[in-house]
């Protein structure tokens, strides 16, 4: 069996949603001491829901395919079921991780729900 399934090859090639955004309403960054990547994931939020989302990912072709279909997955939903968005919805939408690539969906999550939270803090400073 092939280490990799079909699903992360492809959006490791063809990964969705890649890039910056200039007026993010959100924005989470988060990275792995051990093997040092980082994920950061921008969010256009519209009445409580995301517009729009960009990835740059700087890592493995998991992380990659992980922030891929993480923003896939995210796109256009409420924010109550973007945090609950767990990394092992991620692995399973991508028919699966090795064991020792787990850890690469896990800054998905994170850089998700980090994502909503700078969302949240910004709000909350903006009504004062
Ligand atoms: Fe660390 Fe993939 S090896 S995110």
Same mark, same amino acid.
């Given at each position: 069996? =092939? #280490? ?5 090859? /492809? ?11 200039? /007026?993010?309403?959100?924005? !989470? %960054?988060? !990275?792995?001491? *051990?093997?040092? /990547?980082?994920? $950061?994931? @921008?969010? $256009? ?5 995301? %517009?729009?989302? *960009? ?5 493995? !072709? +998991? =992380?990659?395919? +992980? +922030? +891929? ?5 995210? *796109?256009? $939903? ?7 968005? &767990?990394?092992?919805?991620?692995? %399973?939408?991508? /028919? !699966?991780?090795?064991?020792? *690539?787990?850890?690469?969906?896990? #800054? ?11 969302? @949240? =803090?910004?709000? %909350? &400073?903006?009504?004062?």
């Amino acid at each position: 069996m =092939a #280490l990799y399934s079909e699903k992360v090859m /492809d959006h490791f090639r063809h990964p969705r949603n890649v890039g910056s955004m200039e /007026d993010a309403d959100g924005i !989470g %960054e988060v !990275g792995n001491a *051990k093997c040092g /990547d980082i994920m $950061k994931i @921008y969010l $256009k939020i519209r009445d409580d829901r995301v %517009e729009d989302v *960009k990835f740059e990912t700087f890592g493995c !072709g +998991s =992380a990659i395919a +992980s +922030s +891929s279909m993480a923003t896939e997955m995210i *796109k256009g $939903k409420p924010l109550n079921e973007v945090l609950e968005l &767990t990394n092992k919805a991620v692995t %399973e939408a991508l /028919d !699966g991780l090795p064991a020792h *690539k787990l850890h690469c969906s896990v #800054l998905a999550e994170q850089a998700i729900q980090a994502a909503v939270k700078d969302y @949240y =803090a910004r709000t %909350e &400073t903006a009504l004062g």
